[in-house]
């Protein structure tokens, strides 16, 4: 089954292949959150499908967040009623407040359900980068200062958190 969600500004798709059973009690199994403009017609794509493929309720977000736009509450509901989180972080990720936002939300909501995890890829760039320890997420964040100040220091304590959990590096990686 596949559905698509509309609000304005914002289009979203999910997937299911088990006819809308929920047992679980998680409206999906896994959230995928990505910067579009690195990943979205390749590796998440692919990744998506894959998942789909094999019977997994996903929920990908199709488009990026508008300017000035909040975190809507389809976006909303569907990080909170997922079991698995997947940040993809890629070059460009830290450049997105919106990522940054949805990150910090899933810290959140993993902190608080013991039912919930989080599972990073580094997608052509290392933990170190997402650790703060280099230039390429520093800069990123630094453009945010002055607009998101207030926001900064919960996205860099969310990316440092996200980034001690091993995950799949994929940097230089078929």
Not at 18 to 47: I, K, M, P, Q, Y
Not at 68 to 86: F, N, P, R
Not at 89 to 98: K, N, Q
Request: charged share 35%; hydrophobic share 35%; proline share 3%.
């Amino acid at each position: 089954m596949k559905r698509k969600w509309d609000s304005p500004g914002l289009s979203t798709v999910s997937a299911s292949v088990d006819n809308g059973d929920l047992s679980s009690g998680a409206e999906f199994e896994v959230f995928l959150n990505f910067r579009g403009s690195d990943t979205r017609l390749n590796f998440t794509d692919c990744l998506y499908h894959a998942l789909v493929k094999a019977g997994v309720r996903v929920f990908k977000d199709d488009e990026d967040i508008r300017q000035g736009e909040k975190i809507g509450d389809e976006l909303s509901h569907a990080i909170k009623s997922s079991k698995i989180y997947v940040p993809i972080f890629s070059r460009d990720y830290a450049s997105s407040r919106w990522c940054l936002r949805k990150l910090t939300h899933m810290v959140d909501c993993s902190s608080k359900a013991k039912d919930k995890m989080i599972l990073p890829i580094f997608y052509d760039v290392d933990p170190e980068d997402v650790k703060l320890r280099t230039q390429l997420y520093r800069d990123a964040l630094g453009k945010h200062e002055e607009k998101f100040g207030h926001d900064v220091p919960r996205w860099k304590e969310a990316l440092t958190e996200v980034a001690k959990i091993s995950g799949s590096d994929l940097k230089n990686k078929g």
